[in-house]
């Protein structure tokens, strides 16, 4: 596609559900991103892949939270046994090579609100 | 890991007149230091970025700083706008295992 692709772009759910939230990065992108952002909030970084892997998993907030990666694109973030204090703006970003020394091209974000 | 401090949180300015907007970092390693804006409802973008063997670049308006010796960087856009109205954020490399590190961003209004 043109763009990074986020699913859902909405989701209420109830406190204790799963979520999936999905991405689809830019054709070609090899390093993929989830960040996440709370109502007036930074930018918290969660979680990057090169290809398929994650060199680094110690920005998830805590092991309710997983993400994969298949066939080095599109990217799932579980949230399992959902809290209130999850409800946010998940963002997916992809970028050519090493995102940390090139443009990230963002995704709409997928809005999280826990009931 | 890096930690990127970023100030002011919010900053008001008279249509026409300069804004800068000031971030630290903590890294020593960090080489890459781009900045985002994103409108309100929308997804950032970047619109500036400079690597670490350069102290300053100018786009128009815009131009970002860098002092790698204090650790710090700015940025500057000049005869503001109505459209620089964003929240506009900061961040910095780090040494590569994690993402880049944002600063918590600043909401720019600009006054007419």
């Known amino acids: 596609g043109a763009g990074v692709s986020q699913s859902p772009s909405n989701k209420v759910t109830e406190k204790g559900k799963d979520v999936e939230l999905r991405c689809d990065p830019i054709?070609?992108?090899?390093?993929l991103y989830w960040y996440r952002q709370s109502l007036g909030q930074g930018l918290e970084f969660l979680i990057y892949f090169q290809g398929n892997s994650a060199p680094d998993k110690s920005g998830l907030p805590s092991d309710r939270f997983s993400a994969e990666r298949t066939g080095g694109s599109v990217s799932t973030l579980t949230i399992q046994r959902t809290q209130q204090e999850d409800s946010a703006v998940y963002l997916c970003?992809?970028?050519?090579?090493?995102?940390?020394?090139?443009?990230?091209?963002f995704g709409e974000g997928s809005r999280l609100t826990v009931l | 890991g890096e930690n990127v401090e970023q100030h002011p949180s919010t900053l008001s300015v008279q249509e026409g007149d300069s804004a800068v907007i000031k971030c630290t970092y903590s890294d020593s390693a960090s080489n890459y230091f781009p900045w985002y804006k994103q409108e309100l409802g929308k997804r950032p973008q970047l619109i500036i970025d400079i690597r670490s063997n350069v102290g300053e670049k100018k786009d128009q308006r815009i131009a970002v700083t860098l002092n790698k010796t204090a650790k710090h960087f700015s940025l500057h856009i000049t005869e503001t706008q109505p459209e620089d109205s964003a929240v506009y954020f900061c961040a910095a490399s780090g040494t590569g295992a994690d993402g880049l590190t944002f600063g918590k961003g600043t909401h720019l209004i600009i006054q007419p």
């Open positions: 054709s070609g992108h090899t390093a």
């Open positions: 970003a992809s970028s050519l090579g090493r995102g940390n020394t090139g443009e990230l091209f």
